[in-house]
């Protein structure tokens, strides 16, 4: 059964028509510090279907880290490959992988494809598809080659060996979509897959609900911080205490007076009820000391802004170990805030930072 490829006449309304290249040295700064990865595993993203992946398991796309390879290893289909990679001779357009968001749904700003180690087996070229489901039935039919209901996010772009790729749309998705499938034409090996994108949230529908206004499944982006030498400030709003050191916040070994910050644009502006702070898997580096300040703003805040208010005076920190702060926030009642920055004294890790409150 053939895949069905959208044609152009079928996507003349969508923003893809505008996407425009990123620079490889431009891509971080162009994505992570706005938008999520929209299909990063740990956020709970998961591979549904796959066409073949008879030399390596679609699942590594949707892997955090960057990929690695291992010259001279061979498993029983092949060299091994920190990646997806496909069958040569593929008889159809295209292979094909299908992935359920992270998020309850989201809108898509761009997208990041990264041929690392791929080179005389990479893919020649991509597109990106999504739809929006509603149901688990439905999610049986996205799973099927046969499948209807795809919109071109991105039309097919060009992709060379062992390298990373990036595409910014014209603007961001007016639709939402639950799950998405990369198309690669017609054969051949992808390292990582990048959706960036904004998450659309289910939110409570009581207003005195209290939820975790930080969390990226709720629309929570980490948006600066003053280091990321060893874990990446992105991490400190996923779900779960993680598995290692590797998957937190850790900023590099300081002398003398200093401190280090994060600052976090909540999913939805909320008063906030308490506030954890957690170290886990930080034994022996994590910070001396914690503190919250909180603000309302329009615009990005820096992290000198007159409008940041502290909530949580500065806290001895500890090892491994995942803390509340209710009544020890000061500051909070009646008040609404659009953002929180993460203080750490004077350096070190921590896992987690959620801040937990309700809708304003």
């Known amino acids: 059964m053939e895949i069905r490829i959208l044609s152009p006449e ?6 893809t028509s505008s996407a425009r290249g990123i620079p490889i040295d431009q891509i971080d700064s162009t994505f992570k510090s706005q938008y999520t990865d929209l299909i990063s595993a740990p956020l709970g993203s998961k591979v549904l279907s796959f066409s073949d992946e008879w030399f390596a398991a679609a699942e590594n796309l949707t892997t955090p880290t960057p990929p690695v390879r291992k010259p001279g290893v061979f498993t029983h289909a092949g060299a091994w490959y920190d990646g997806w990679e496909t069958r040569r001779h593929n008889t159809e357009p295209a292979d094909w992988v299908v992935i359920r968001l992270g998020t309850s749904s989201g809108k898509v700003a761009g997208v990041e494809i990264d041929t690392a180690f791929f080179n005389g087996n990479h893919a020649p070229e991509i597109a990106v598809e999504g739809t929006f489901i509603s149901s688990d039935e439905k999610e049986e039919a996205v799973k099927k ?4 209901g795809w919109e071109t996010i991105l039309s ?9 790729h990036a595409w910014q749309l014209g603007k961001i998705t007016e639709k939402a979509y639950t799950h998405v499938r990369l198309l690669m034409y017609p054969d051949g090996g992808i390292a990582r897959f990048r959706l960036y994108g904004i998450a659309v949230p289910v939110f409570p529908q009581s207003t005195s609900a209290i939820f975790e206004l930080s969390a990226m499944v709720m629309g929570g982006v980490a948006t600066s911080c003053s280091d990321q030498h060893f874990g990446t400030k992105d991490n400190l709003l996923l779900p779960g205490r993680g598995k290692d050191m590797g998957d937190g916040w850790e900023t590099k070994r300081t002398r003398g007076e200093h401190v280090d910050w994060v600052i976090v644009k909540l999913g939805a502006k909320g008063q906030i009820d308490h506030v954890v702070i957690d170290t886990a898997h930080f034994r022996g580096n994590f910070p001396q000391r914690v503190q919250v300040f909180a603000g309302d ?23 491994d170990l995942e ?3 209710k009544e020890e926030l000061k500051d909070i009642n009646g008040k609404g805030y659009t953002h929180a920055k993460l203080v ?6 921590v896992k987690r930072f959620r801040v937990f409150g309700k809708r304003v």
């Open 145 to 148: 080659v046969d499948y209807k």
């Open 344 to 349: 750490i004294i004077p350096d070190g890790g």
């Open 297 to 319: 703003f329009e615009k990005e805040p820096g992290n000198n802004d007159a409008g940041w208010v502290e909530i949580l005076a500065p806290q001895k920190s500890g090892p």
């Open 156 to 164: 097919k772009q060009e992709c060379g060996p062992s390298q990373r």
């Open 323 to 325: 803390k509340e702060y």
């Open 10 to 15: 079928d996507v003349q309304d969508t923003a």
